[in-house]
């Protein structure tokens, strides 16, 4: 339903890493618009790279963080990662007796994910909520790409937020990822300015309000 102003070749060279690195190349045509290509226009050049991200966009709300189909995704993610063990640093933060994380298989039953504690394992489906929407959060912000949350700070007592706020600083800093979430937590916001101050990394905070009566975002 779009008007279409050009057609646009792109000659793409793809490299994807799963048990070993390949490499391919393939010629892609794409129609776009006057006003997309002023955007893209600003970082797109004819014969230079462009980094796509294949890892995919994630987007969460309170109540798909404490589903338990996403807790084996999750792990899964984390586990692919390579960051796993940041994971479970973060995590013991929230729970010092955690040993493991890890799927676990009793008898027929399918697979369960469990946490294996310093006295006990446990299906992390009985741990409490707050506790398996920080591992949901922090095992897809391990991954990369980017990540969309929606009032992340549900569930989350003081200590729950300071450990988002840092593991989230750090997955952008540090681990490549782009988190882009909303909140009314005026505690969260001041801890994810604070970390994001001490760790040098960019935030920008945006507020919706009125102005002539009319929506805007204010930055």
């Not at 006003?35 to 294949?54: H, I, R, Y």
């Not at 994910?113 to 922090?138: E, N």
Request: hydrophobic share 45%; charged share 20%; net charge negative.
């Amino acid at each position: 339903g779009c008007k279409v102003d050009q057609v646009v070749t792109l000659d793409v060279t793809a490299t994807r890493s799963s048990g070993g690195r390949t490499r391919s190349s393939f010629r892609h045509q794409v129609a776009v618009r006057k006003s997309d290509m002023e955007v893209l226009g600003g970082f797109v050049f004819a014969g230079e790279p462009l980094s796509l991200l294949d890892d995919g966009i994630f987007f969460f709300t309170p109540t798909e963080l404490i589903i338990p189909s996403t807790f084996d995704h999750a792990y899964s993610f984390a586990y692919m990662s390579e960051a796993f063990s940041i994971l479970l640093d973060a995590l013991r933060a929230l729970h010092p007796a955690i040993e493991d994380i890890s799927p676990i298989r009793m008898g027929d039953d399918p697979w369960t994910t469990y946490v294996r504690l310093s006295h006990t394992a446990l299906p992390i489906m009985v741990m409490g909520d707050g506790f398996k929407a920080g591992f949901v959060i922090l095992a897809y912000a391990t991954r990369g790409g980017v990540l969309l949350l929606d009032a992340p700070d549900a569930f989350q007592h003081r200590k729950g937020l300071e450990v988002l706020a840092r593991s989230l600083v750090h997955a952008a800093a540090s681990l490549g990822s782009q988190v882009i979430l909303s909140t009314h937590s005026l505690e969260l916001l001041d801890l994810l300015i604070s970390e994001s101050v001490e760790k040098r990394t960019g935030l920008h905070v945006y507020r919706f309000g009125l102005m002539d009566g009319q929506p805007r975002v204010l930055r």
